[in-house]
């Protein structure tokens, strides 16, 4: 479905750049509205005229503040439009953009500042200032912290600080005495520049800075939209962290080479609402966001009445179907389609709407892969839902479903411009006019990822019949029992998520005689699911222990085991009793599994596990976001799967 | 904490006496509360603190003595006209109508700057959909975003977990637009990342330019109390037996004797 945008292509020559696409279209599109913010309960419109001048007088404020080309702007704080102006101010100083995320501790915050060499910080508010304030005294080199709301700010007296309407008041200034300066400055920049400096998120080690060029983002974007168009008149939802690259992927090269309208959410919390308000066009979202959306479904059916749920499983049904003669490339015979046609009006459209889904076109997934249940069920309710392969160092995306060709257990073909190959050992090289310049200060890395213009990814997998790219997790995460069998521990873990008790999975097993679990109950769920069975508890900790529950849990996984080839099998598990938490630095920020660090904090669970025998007592440091700790013991019990290991294939 | 600029007394307690049955609650107590400022009440279970609320708000009233508020003798007005001169309060059990949205329940604290009539409200056009729509504003602007509960405003109150429930109680004595507010233990059964937020909102209302209420605070959290409190007073019996800066009261012999002494193991702050 190759839809080509209004009018003609963006030509994208060496010396356009990001600002410059950005100034074009700001006067063509003036008084269009370029992004909405939900404000005070409002959507409120800002144009692109309005979007231009805030770049505009932010870009020569920072000017006014000393910042030359090639500086570092770090940036933290939520989606909102003053980060991406700074972001694009950043951009149009000739300045390079350094994302963090909001929720960063300050040891990562320190880390990246530092690196980066940052002379200037944009923080949101009061929170994000303090961390600011609390590692200045340890990055000497940063030197001014602008932030804009102004709630608790009443006491700030650092001389660091500078508000980022008074950097707009010195930039209007300056642009009085100094007439086509901003002309001159985004004027001056060339499309081999550098403009962003993304850290990759690192599930093993130190956070790496991949360098990114205009024309990396510029192509990457064009690329993208010349397999699935957007138009001008498309929404998108900017909500996922601005310091992912798939969110710079949408928000920044997809948004000004398209044109479409950016949403901004009121409030973290209220994004599921707001997302059904605006009911965007496209989405690109982390396989989290998914598998938190199927929960959303799930829980709901739980607690609706018997007739609902018959109605409800009746439509799913007929939609499974549907969604494989889709997937299988082969029409439906009419009367499928007809019951179809049905189960759209009464429950697909009604649950589409409730997600926020109604008008979407191309949903994507990407970051880690997507389990095929998820996948289904996304096709069944009529969501055009595509696996996105990438990875920062090629600017986000690499490889994409097409609408005509979806395989759940691929990720899609290359996107124009970029070849894919498979070395001998199995990893996936890629090249294309997206991969990065390397990794800042980083040569040794950079020799390892970039050879001859391929970008070696890491990650293993291969090319099937049809040349879709079919991607296994990190080479290093493939399990090896010690009878030699194979198997992906992500692709387990995914099916024990698909049980909406089950939050969390981190399968064990590498180099060990059978495969074992840790789960982490979703409390929400298993909490509901006590109350209607008239189970009390007060904490987490006692839900998760609750014999009960560990039988309701038990119960999941052996569905799960029936679908997963004998040697795959769970045969022992556990609930721990907290949740996996990246602020214990057991997910990334981008809620990946961090296995290395898992397997230290828990080696004696682990050991336990696979001892036979049936408790284990645990004591871990669970830090709180300001940074403090405390420690939790606990006794967990361990508890078989019975028959795991004689259940019939039925895969 | 340091003391506020202005020395002027906006709430004058005299010589409040109120007796129930045979119990004296209050033995002729006298507290001055100055603009601006954030005064504690702290003392045991039963040592009056809620009674001396109830007399200044009105829901009591006192055998004897004065209660001025700004100068003007207020102790023998009833509750509705002292929430009209600008005092407010907040419940130790929460007092929301928990089958209305938190909307609703705010609009209601607004409910007494409305000037539209029943009649024109009802038409709504004109002038009553402009003033509705200015206080609408104002309870988006500064309320609804200063509390962080726009998340919930469309909400039922009674669906909502404790911790925002006190929130929206606090937002709706706010829509009152209060120059004394009088919060009766907002911290009682909030965790500790909502009693932060719940002593960052009131310290947020009592420096922030466009407020700057005078906060009459009843609370158990010793923490809370000796981290935002400009003064301190403390009750037993219904007697006032110290008043001072925190430092200060905490290191009063009578106070230790009377209160932390005794009953140590129930008032230990959570930090």
Not at chain 1, 58 to 68: E, I, N, P, S, T
Request: with cysteine; glycine share 8%; proline share 4%.
């Amino acid at each position: 479905m190759s839809r080509v945008a209004s009018g003609v292509e963006i030509e994208i020559t060496p010396d356009l750049t990001i600002p410059k696409l950005f100034a074009r279209r700001a006067r063509e599109q003036d008084q269009r509205v370029a992004m909405r913010e939900k404000e005070f309960g409002i959507w409120r419109p800002i144009t692109w005229a309005a979007y231009l001048d805030n770049v505009q007088f932010f870009a020569l404020g920072l000017a006014a503040l000393g910042l030359r080309r090639g500086d570092r702007v770090a940036m933290i704080g939520d989606n909102r439009p003053e980060g991406l102006f700074a972001e694009m101010a950043a951009l149009c100083a000739g300045g390079v953009a350094v994302w963090l995320f909001q929720d960063a501790l300050m040891d990562e915050v320190q880390y990246i500042v530092d690196h980066s060499d940052a002379r200037f910080l944009v923080a949101e508010g009061q929170e994000e200032v303090d961390k600011a304030l609390t590692i200045k005294a340890r990055c000497p080199k940063l030197e001014r912290i602008v932030w804009d709301d102004p709630k608790g700010m009443r006491d700030y007296q650092d001389p660091a600080l500078i508000r980022f309407t008074e950097v707009q008041r010195l930039g209007r200034e300056l642009a009085a005495r100094e007439p086509g300066r901003f002309e001159a400055m985004v004027e001056q920049g060339q499309g081999e520049d550098i403009c962003l400096l993304f850290y990759t998120s690192g599930t093993t080690a130190k956070p790496k800075g991949a360098l990114l060029t205009h024309t990396n983002m510029l192509k990457m974007g064009q690329n993208l939209l010349r397999v699935d168009a957007c138009l001008e008149a498309d929404d998108f939802v900017s909500f996922l962290p601005m310091a992912w690259i798939g969110e710079q992927m949408m928000s920044i090269s997809c948004g000004l080479m398209a044109g479409f309208t950016l949403n901004f959410p009121e409030e973290p919390e209220t994004v599921v609402a707001n997302l059904r308000e605006i009911s965007p066009h496209a989405i690109f979202s982390s396989a989290r966001f998914y598998e938190q959306m199927v929960r959303t479904v799930q829980v709901k059916y739980l607690d609706a009445s018997r007739a609902k749920r018959a109605v409800y499983e009746c439509a799913l049904d007929i939609g499974y179907r549907l969604a494989d003669f889709k997937l299988a490339k082969r029409p439906a015979p009419w009367p499928w389609q007809a019951l179809g046609f049905l189960a759209d009006q009464v429950v697909h459209k009604k649950l589409r709407d409730h997600l926020g889904l109604s008008r979407i076109r191309n949903a994507y997934s990407g970051g880690s892969a997507l389990g095929p249940d998820y996948f289904r069920f996304f096709h069944a309710i009529g969501v055009n839902l595509k696996q996105i392969y990438g990875q920062t160092e090629i600017a986000g995306i690499s490889v994409v479903h097409r609408s005509d060709d979806i395989k759940c257990d691929t990720v899609g073909k290359p996107i124009p411009e970029t070849e894919v190959r498979i070395t001998p050992e199995g990893e996936i090289i890629s090249r294309s006019p997206s991969v990065f310049k390397g990794f800042y200060k980083d040569p040794e890395a950079t020799a390892k990822t970039l050879r001859d213009g391929w970008l070696y990814s890491g990650d293993t997998g291969f090319i099937d019949p049809d040349g879709h790219l079919v991607f296994f997790d990190r080479t290093k995460d493939v399990f090896i029992l010690s009878d030699g069998s194979r198997f992906s521990p992500m692709f387990l873990e995914s099916r024990l998520k698909f049980s909406p008790y089950i939050k969390d999975a981190w399968v064990l097993g590498h180099q060990r005689p059978f495969a074992a679990a840790v789960i982490c109950i979703d409390s929400s769920v298993v909490g509901k699911w006590a109350e209607d069975n008239r189970i009390a508890y007060t904490s987490y900790q006692e839900l998760s222990q609750d014999p009960r529950v560990s039988k309701l849990i038990q119960g999941e996984i052996r569905k799960a085991n029936a679908l997963l080839p004998a040697a795959a099998r769970v045969r022992r598990f556990l609930n721990l009793h907290k949740e996996f938490d990246a602020d214990d630095e057991e997910l990334t920020r981008t809620r990946k599994l961090r296995r290395a660090f898992l397997e230290d904090r828990y080696h004696d669970l682990v050991e336990t596990i696979y001892s036979g025998a049936d408790r284990v007592g645990v004591g871990t440091a669970v830090t709180y976001e300001d940074g403090r700790v405390a420690q939790v013991k606990a006794e967990l019990s361990i508890l078989e799967i019975p028959d795991a290991s004689d259940l019939k294939t039925e895969n | 904490m340091t003391q506020p600029g202005l020395e002027e007394i906006h709430l004058k307690v005299d010589d409040l006496r109120i007796s129930f049955g045979g119990v004296q609650a209050l033995v002729g107590v006298s507290l001055d509360v100055r603009r601006g400022e954030i005064f504690s009440l702290i003392g045991p279970n039963g040592a009056g603190k809620t009674v001396l609320l109830n007399c200044i708000n009105g829901l009591y009233r006192p055998d004897a003595g004065r209660v001025l508020f700004e100068g003007q003798d207020i102790a023998h007005l009833a509750p509705h006209k002292r929430a009209a001169l600008g005092i407010a309060r907040t419940f130790q059990k929460i007092e929301l109508f928990s089958g209305m949205t938190v909307l609703d329940n705010i609009r209601l604290g607004r409910h007494l700057h409305m000037r539209t009539g029943i009649l024109s409200g009802a038409i709504y056009a004109g002038k009553a959909a402009r003033e509705e729509r200015v206080h609408r504003g104002f309870i988006e602007r500064e309320i609804i975003d200063l509390l962080e509960i726009a998340h919930v405003r469309d909400k039922i109150v009674g669906m909502l977990p404790y911790g925002l429930q006190k929130r929206v109680e606090l937002a709706r004595a706010l829509a009152l637009q209060p120059r004394i507010l009088l919060l009766d233990e907002p911290m009682a059964g909030l965790n500790l990342e909502e009693v932060e937020d719940m002593a960052r909102f009131i310290l947020d209302l009592n420096e922030e330019e466009r407020w700057r209420v005078t906060c009459v605070l009843v609370e158990h959290d010793m923490g809370v109390v000796m981290d935002i409190s400009h003064r301190v007073a403390v009750l037993n019996f219904g007697e006032k037996i110290a008043e001072g800066p925190p430092a200060e009261v905490q290191i009063n012999p009578e106070v230790t004797r009377a209160y932390l002494g005794e009953v140590e193991d129930l008032y230990v702050s959570r930090r």
